[in-house]
Every structure is written in structure tokens, then in C-alpha cells.
């Protein structure tokens, strides 16, 4: 293998140091950062997810609340409650576990959370923020790619960077955060003609699909810095990202792994996110706009 490991694992270890420290000087001012879960139903993977996120508040320090729904729950109950949660001052996050039951609108109830509360990024605020250039809450996942990205010194300005998939909250927003630190972005989709032809000339190649394979070593321009998003199962239980890693890892510089490459970063910027919104509580750091 040509390529050098960007491991995610050891990169969140690193940031969940930093977080114990800001988390210390907020008790020194009497404030715990405080995460609330909101899980509707019950969907295995989405266990999964929370078990790892409370282990992680629990080793960081923050205090967190699991609030569950009933599967059949409606939106009134639960647009309710989030105005409770925005309104307790014990608590500095609020999340909703997706994906949500089908019966339930899923923008209504997260544009239901308050901005300066939303540690998944997704209100429109925290995404609007981001178009005018600046970053509030930014989506976890997009976030932890950046973080990977600075970790490993890997230059954006003015590098070609390109971004395959173009969802909400993975794709758009990391595109965005890459215009801002002076990359040259292009994002591909489902409809894009010719995919080989992008990431042929991309020396940033984040691909955020969910299609195991999509990306192999013949598409990736020699000594490109590579960033695998994409998690899937395969039949036979292996988890496996978008790029296939064997022959992707002989013609990259760098490469993130799957599973142990973005998926444990998202976890630690959904903490990060956490601390400093409870910061942001007592006026550390930038102020929220009122609203
Ligand atoms: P999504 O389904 O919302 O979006 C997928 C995007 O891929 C779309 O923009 C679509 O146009 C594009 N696409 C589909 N087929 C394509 C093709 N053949 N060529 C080019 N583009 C194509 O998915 P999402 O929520 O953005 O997630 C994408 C992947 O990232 C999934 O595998 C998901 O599991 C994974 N994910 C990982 C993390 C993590 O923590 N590592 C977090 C979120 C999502």
C-alpha cells in the first residue's frame, strides 16, 4: 500500500483530549455540556449509533439524556417536547436520532430544535450561516472530514477538491466548508455524465454516496488525498465505504479507512458541537446571532 492511513480513531482520540479540557474550564464555571437524544421508534442501527454516542459523552464528560417516543408518537408530541429541551438550560444539544417513522415530517421536527441547540448542523440557520461563510453548528460528518483534512495538514487552498454526492447534510455542506478555505469545488451527483473525468483531477476526493465501489484506483489522480464517506454493508456482513480501498490505496497519498475513518469522526464533532454550544452558553467564543 502506497498510501498513508488517515485513522480516524486515532484523530478523534485527539479531539476528545482537547474537548476534556474545554469541558474543565466550563466547570470551572459551574456548566456541564449537556446532550439530549430523541429517539423515535425502534430501528436497530439507530441503537447502535446512540450506544456509541452516550459511551462517548460518558468518557468526554458531558452529560446526556436518552427521551424516547413510541414508534406511532405524532409530530405535536414531539415538536412539544423539543420546545421543553430548547427551553432547559441544563441542556446545551439537542438531537433527533434519523431516520424517523414514515408518518412523521422529519423537516418539521428538526427545524423544530433551536439554532444555537442544533449539534447536528441541520437547521437552515446553521446551513444558511455556511452559505454567507461562516460556521456556526456545522453538520457532524462534513465537519469531522474538515478536522481529518487539518489534522493531517492536508492543503485546501486553492487544491481542486472534489465532492461526490450532494445530500443536506453530508455532500452540499462540505462543499461549502471547502469553498471557504479557498479549495476549488466540484460536486458531483447521480447526474453527472462523466464521474472519471472529476476525480481524475481532484487532489481532495471526498465521496459521501453509499455505493460500495464507486470509486476505484484507475479514477484517482496519483498522490490525491482521499476521503471515503460512504458506509455499507455487504451481503456477507463487511462494512465496506464507496472507494474500493485495495486498488484506491496504491495511487493515493492518503486515505481514510472504513469502518475507523470518517464514521469516528462525526461522533466527536457531534461532542465538539456539543462543548461549544455549552460555551457559547456563557459567552465563550462567538456570539450566537439573536432570533
Ligand atoms: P444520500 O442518499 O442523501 O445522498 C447520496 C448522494 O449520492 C446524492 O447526492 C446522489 O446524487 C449521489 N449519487 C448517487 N449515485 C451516484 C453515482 N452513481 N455517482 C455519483 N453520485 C451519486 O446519502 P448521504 O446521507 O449523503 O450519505 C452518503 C453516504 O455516506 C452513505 O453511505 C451514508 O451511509 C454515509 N454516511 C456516513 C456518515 C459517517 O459518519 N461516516 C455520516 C452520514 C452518511
Not at 439554532?115 to 456545522?138: I, R, S
Not at 469516528?264 to 458541537?273: F, G, I, Q, W
Amino acid at each position: 500500500m502506497a498510501a498513508t492511513l488517515l485513522d480516524g480513531a486515532v484523530i478523534a482520540q485527539r479531539v476528545y483530549a482537547q474537548l476534556k479540557e474545554r469541558i474543565q474550564r466550563l466547570h470551572v464555571r459551574g456548566v456541564q455540556p449537556g446532550l439530549a437524544v430523541i429517539l423515535i421508534g425502534e430501528n436497530s442501527a439507530s441503537r447502535i449509533y446512540l450506544k456509541n454516542k452516550a459511551q462517548a459523552c460518558e468518557v468526554v464528560g458531558v452529560h446526556s439524556e436518552i427521551l424516547r417516543f413510541p414508534a406511532d408518537c405524532s409530530e405535536d408530541e414531539v415538536v412539544r417536547r423539543l420546545q421543553a429541551l430548547n427551553a432547559n438550560p441544563r441542556l446545551h444539544g439537542i438531537l433527533v436520532q434519523l431516520p424517523l417513522p414514515a408518518h412523521l415530517n422529519s423537516e418539521r421536527i428538526l427545524q423544530g430544535i433551536a439554532p444555537a441547540k442544533d449539534v447536528d448542523g441541520f437547521n437552515w440557520v446553521n446551513l444558511g450561516a455556511m452559505v454567507a461563510g461562516h460556521t456556526l453548528l456545522a453538520p457532524c460528518t462534513p465537519l469531522g472530514v474538515m478536522t481529518i483534512l487539518d489534522y493531517a495538514q492536508v492543503p485546501i487552498e486553492g487544491r481542486n477538491a472534489v465532492v461526490i454526492g450532494r445530500s443536506a447534510i453530508v455532500g452540499k455542506p462540505l462543499a461549502l466548508m471547502l469553498i471557504a478555505r479557498g479549495a476549488t469545488v466540484s460536486v458531483c451527483s447521480s447526474k453527472t455524465a462523466d464521474l472519471r473525468q472529476y476525480t481524475s483531477m481532484a487532489d481532495i476526493l471526498a465521496v459521501a454516496v453509499g455505493r460500495p465501489g464507486l470509486v476505484d484506483g484507475s479514477m484517482i489522480k496519483p498522490g490525491a488525498v482521499v476521503i471515503d464517506v460512504g458506509i455499507n454493508r455487504l451481503p456477507d456482513g463487511k462494512l465496506v465505504g464507496d472507494v474500493d480501498f485495495a486498488s484506491a490505496s496504491q495511487v493515493a497519498s492518503r486515505i481514510t479507512p472504513v469502518p475507523g475513518g470518517v464514521g469516528r469522526m462525526t461522533v466527536a464533532m457531534l461532542l465538539e458541537n456539543t462543548v461549544t454550544a455549552a460555551e457559547r452558553s456563557v459567552g465563550i467564543g462567538a456570539n450566537y446571532p439573536a432570533q
